[in-house]
């Protein structure tokens, strides 16, 4: 219906005569140039967003830097990732590691792009991503990036929020930069500082829009894995993961590890802002299903032990008489994995599966587990880990209004053919 | 359910549905059901629109049902970040949201009289503002983020080549004239819904 001109006989497109001659006559000049007529009947197509600003990456170019087992869960802001089957990897490759914006993705330059370091500081200091590689110490971690709401279309109800999948909103890549610490250490933190508060230089549609922006405890950001980062899996940071320089907070809901940071500030408290005071927030206590978030709440933090079955796919068909490969990931922010063990009755039983080295201090475990099936038939695999301060998986996570920090116990099912 | 086993069993119960159900992972591949990127229409379906979708597509909201507590709540956050809309409208936003993506309560048939009571537009160059989002930034008769049509119509009184002044600054964006806030361009409207916008905006004094 878009490009009709009239359409007399559809009363919801409907132009009075007198409306219609009025703006012809108010297009007269148009007209007469050759121009086109007024377009009176698009009005009745829906709403339109206004048009992107300059300097946005268009999605289409974005997704050309990923798999196909990325999948888009909104196109604005941009939202996709890869489920379990297809994050076997111990370090996500670049082009699996999932996609959360806020706003557009905006495109910066090395040279240019300045990260400013303020606030309670003895000197504040204006740096470009060049100067960053120049006067620190380059170091690596591999490490946990994961959205506050990763999974949460496994809650029931399903909240507000990006429909990541159940294990859609993780990955592990390897990253390269500077240990944010050095660089706080440069511009001297004040003894009164007690929090650090980062600001990404990305923008919306309107200039009233404001900035994503979130902080962390001091403590966290002073911890040697914290870091300012210019590279992933051995290239450079893509546009897309905050290229060219964004903080990461390992370990903590992704939103901590903001993206094109332009602002390093020191300051006594917490952030106050959208991002601290309505988003990435959860009850202290559980709440029904379907409640507002209590006045309470409390900001988001580390994420609570979870684990992952990323062998087999869901479906996937086994031969009798050969062993079933059981292989997965478990991570915890803030302690270490103690044990993973596998289900194949549904729960009634747990097996103890093979622990792998952990690549560094917030990289997902892997652990695996080789599996002889005694009859063919349909099979399901649970998977569930404990950390090292004694704390399991639960069946299923208390649901919250947000629906942040799903880590209910994972289970595929695959076939096993006589 | 909670009723008929008690609390304890009642979230055992849903415990047990969801660990074997869907909600922990899906056995059999789910069919992807695509959501709507357009709202259902009915009362303030295009102011709704009009107000969401420049910070966000409409399938954040098709593909979702809530409680009405949960869109109230959903609203500030989204007020907070920076969604731009008058004091009044805020009530109406809310009120299509928990109509028509209520988790608890089926939405009025498309034919209701409440859906089809809306759908005339009352001009339609209001309306081209209404769905290029103009209103989302100026109202006629006060400043939003922008400055009133009616306050712009008083500035240009006079002038003769106003009409093609302002429909320039539509098409162009700028910033200066009325603060440092300034208005995006809006290259991809036709030329002549531009004048139209123009020359009606000029009579609002």
Redesign the interface.
Known sequence: MSHKMIEPSD??S??SRR?FMA?VA??GA??ATG??????V??????????D?AGVVPNASVMTGKDAAIKIH????LTASATAEYLSDDITPTNRVFIRNN?FTPKFEEATHVVEIKGLVDKPLKLTVTDLKRMFSGTSTVAMIECAGAGRT???????GT?WP??GGMSCPKWHGVRLADVLKAAGVKSVAAHVGFAGADF???????KVARSVPLSKAMEEHSMVVFGMNDGPLPDIHGGPVRILIPGWAGSASVKWVAAIDLLDAPLK??YM???YRVPRHPVAP????PADAVSAEGWPIKSI?TNPA??EKFKLGKPVLIAGHAWVAEAGIARVEVSFD??RSWQSAQLNAQAAKYAWQTFSYAWNPRSPG?A?VLARATDSNGNTQP??TPWN?LGYYWN??????FMVEA | MSLRFGFAAGALI???L???GA???????QEQVEPSK??MPGKDS?LT??RC????????IT?????R??W???I??MI???M?IAPNEIPLVVEYLATYYN??VAPPPADAPAAVAT???A???Q??L????CT??HAVDKKL?GPGFREIAQRYRGDSGAAGKLARKIREGGSGAWGP??M?????L????V??MA?WVLQQN
């Not at chain 2, 979708?53 to 954040?60: F, G, K, Q, R, V």
């Not at chain 2, 209404?130 to 989002?133: I, L, M, Q």
């Not at chain 2, 036709?190 to 819904?193: C, H, S």
């Open positions: 009363s919801r409907r132009v409306d703006k108010g297009a148009i007209m121009a086109s007529v007024p377009n009176l698009l009005a009745q197509d829906a709403p339109k967003p206004p048009a600003p909104s196109d604005r802001p706003l496994a809650f029931n109800p399903m909240p507000r429909p159940p294990t919306g549609a309107l200039s009233t829009i404001p802002g959208p005071d309505s988003s379907g409640s507002a978030m079955i869901p479906n549904e729960g349909f399901t069946i299923v209004p209910g116990i994972h289970r595929v099912g | 849903i415990g047990l969801a660990a074997g909600v922990i992972a899906p056995l059999s591949a357009t709202l295009d629109t009009a979708i420049i910070c966000h597509d409409a399938t954040h593909r979702t049902k809530l409680s507590a949960e109230e709540d959903n500030k956050v907070a970040r920076g731009p988790r608890d759908a005339p537009a001009d339609p160059v309306k081209l209404t769905v290029n989002a989302a930034c983020i806030t300034p995006p361009p809006h290259q991809h036709g030329e002549a819904d004048r139209a020359d």
